[in-house]
């Protein structure tokens, strides 16, 4: 009975592991859209020209990223024969193993080797890293970088080895070329804040630190080279304020300052650990104002950059990733604690009792997008779900925490295999740019281009073979329709009432029902109303007048 019982643990650890596995391969092929399919193509062109040092985007110079993912990413379009979303995708993901070790070897630091496991687990298994491994931000090799900075100058501060300062110095540097300045605001804000409470703060003016800060500005030198080439010392000003000045201000992008948002979003981002998070960040506060934490690296990362984000008028899920790997060591730290000591035993029933209830809440949510919403009719997507769902019934010689934590990760593997599997191929159908280059990329004749007008799908400079110009305003169409034998253009009902004013013979090669999948609402997700949501695209030809 023993015998069969450790067979039944082992082989429902090797589907959890497996189904863990496809979740990610299977990101891997998902269409890039939005920012994704924007990064893509830059690093597409870098595959085309050869040209690493200066980025470009339609014909545009472009400043609004450092290089570093756009280096990561076009190598494997060399690698795999050319541009695709398993190239641009893969290197992405094998980098963030940096970040998944990293937390762990953070975490062994301070805690043991269970915090550690835990951390590096809930890290893997959570929204952020599913969600961001496909919609591909810069996100992801920021946050790579900075916890594998933070781990190495944590070691340095506790051993004082100058080959973690080194490190230490490259990580910095990395996370800085990755985004920019956050790459060494949350560093410096997690050090800073652990050695005042460790009373460490004279450790900063050693000579030594010296060696750091010189890797690290060799690596930054590197990446602004091509920014300095296009835009001279306003691309650098761009680099070091404007662009992180002008997102908190609202003067580049943003709205109105929800000053909960990073709250609410937390929710989602970080499930299924959310509620959990919060819960472990109140206690660890508690704990600093009664001096009895292990370290404050984790607390200082968060509280800093936490408040900036939450006052700009710039916000969005993936500005915070940064923070997932501090989030999840806070959560694997407390939520040992609480199942481990007396103390907290009245903590125990409700944490429970909130992660069986996000449980249940993620597997209804899974049977409302596939059953109601998006039908699923494949028959292994149903056996792969209902196999994850049998591990809940098969007897476990676990402790509660062990047996939280598994149903937790099930939850949450089985919600992405969902989307990655069934739910995402069936909202791309109403996608309408990747079709149209399609349709572009089998008619078009030799050294024609699509273009697009009054459209912000900058993927399209990815999936066409033939890319052409991003139209602004009426200027950029008339020249385009002067300067381009027979252009095709993707553009909106605006824009074909703006093309036939112009007097341009045209043909409509194809019309489409279109949907941006950069923010879903219950409106489109609705099938009784989904079809109100959607607006009309168009693939037009201009005809030569000869």
Same mark, same amino acid.
């Given at each position: 009975m023993v015998v069969k019982r450790l067979m039944l643990e082992r082989n429902s650890r090797i589907l959890i592991g497996g189904v863990l596995l496809l979740t990610y391969i299977l990101g891997l092929f998902v269409p890039v859209t939005s920012d994704a399919g924007k990064y893509a193509a830059i690093s597409r062109i870098i595959y085309e020209t050869g040209d690493w040092i200066n980025l470009s985007i339609h014909f545009e110079p472009y400043m609004q990223k450092p290089p570093l993912l756009f280096w990561i990413t076009a190598p494997f379009y060399f690698l795999f024969g050319g541009p695709s979303e398993f190239a641009f995708k893969l290197p992405v993901l094998l980098y963030s193993i940096i970040a998944i070790y990293s937390t762990y070897k953070f975490a062994m630091l301070f805690y043991s080797r269970e915090v550690a496991q835990l951390a590096a687990l809930m890290l893997v298994c959570c929204e952020f890293y599913f969600l961001f491994h496909n919609d591909i931000h810069t996100d992801v090799i920021l946050t790579a970088n900075v916890i594998f900075a933070v781990w190495q100058g944590a070691a340095y501060f506790k051993n004082f080895k100058v080959v973690n300062l080194l490190l230490a110095g490259l990580g910095v540097g990395l996370a800085m070329i990755s985004k920019g300045p956050i790459g060494i605001f949350v560093p410096f804000t997690a050090v800073i804040a652990h050695l005042i409470f460790s009373k460490k703060i004279k450790a900063l003016f050693d000579y030594r630190i010296l060696l750091g800060v010189t890797i690290c500005l060799a690596v930054l030198s590197v990446g602004l080279i091509g920014l300095y080439n296009q835009f001279g010392w306003e691309g650098l000003k761009f680099f070091f304020w404007d662009n992180n000045a002008g997102r908190i201000s609202g003067k580049i992008k943003g709205s109105d300052v929800d000053y909960f948002f990073y709250f609410h979003t937390t929710l989602y981002a970080f499930l299924p650990w959310g509620i959990l /998070?919060?819960?472990?960040?109140?206690?660890?506060? +508690?704990?600093? /104002? +009664?001096?009895? #934490? #292990?370290?404050?690296?984790s607390l200082g990362a968060i509280v800093f950059y936490w408040i900036i984000i939450s006052v700009s008028h710039a916000q969005s899920p993936h500005y915070f990733m940064v923070l997932s790997p501090f989030m999840a060591v806070l959560s694997a730290k407390w939520m040992m604690r609480i199942f481990q000591e007396d103390k907290f035993r009245y903590m125990q029933r409700a944490v429970s009792v909130i992660q069986y209830v996000t449980i249940v809440f993620v597997w209804l949510l899974i049977l409302v997008l596939c059953i109601y919403c998006f039908p699923a009719t494949n028959f292994w997507f149903w056996l792969v779900l209902f196999s994850l769902l049998i591990l809940y019934l098969i007897p476990q010689n676990q402790s509660k925490l062990q047996k939280l934590v598994r149903y937790s990760v099930i939850s949450i593997i089985a919600l992405n295999f969902s989307i990655n599997a069934h739910l995402f191929p069936a909202v791309f159908k109403y996608q309408s740019v990747i079709p149209a280059c %399609?349709?572009? #990329? +089998?008619?078009? %004749?030799?050294?024609?281009m699509l273009n697009s007008y009054l459209s912000q799908h900058r993927e399209l400079f990815f999936y066409a073979k033939s890319p052409g110009y991003f139209l602004y305003d009426s200027d950029d169409l008339n020249n385009c329709l002067l300067t381009q034998k027979n252009p095709w253009i993707y553009t909106n009902d605006e824009g074909i009432r703006e093309i036939k004013e112009s007097g341009s013979n045209f043909e409509v090669v194809r019309s489409f029902k279109h949907r941006s999948l950069s923010r879903f609402t219950p409106g489109f997700v609705n099938p009784k109303t989904r079809a109100s949501r959607l607006k009309n695209m168009y693939l037009l030809k201009i005809l030569s007048s000869d």
């Open positions: /998070f919060f819960i472990s960040w109140f206690f660890e506060i +508690k704990s600093f /104002f +009664k001096h009895a #934490n #292990n370290e404050l690296y %399609d349709v572009f #990329n +089998k008619e078009a %004749d030799e050294g024609e």
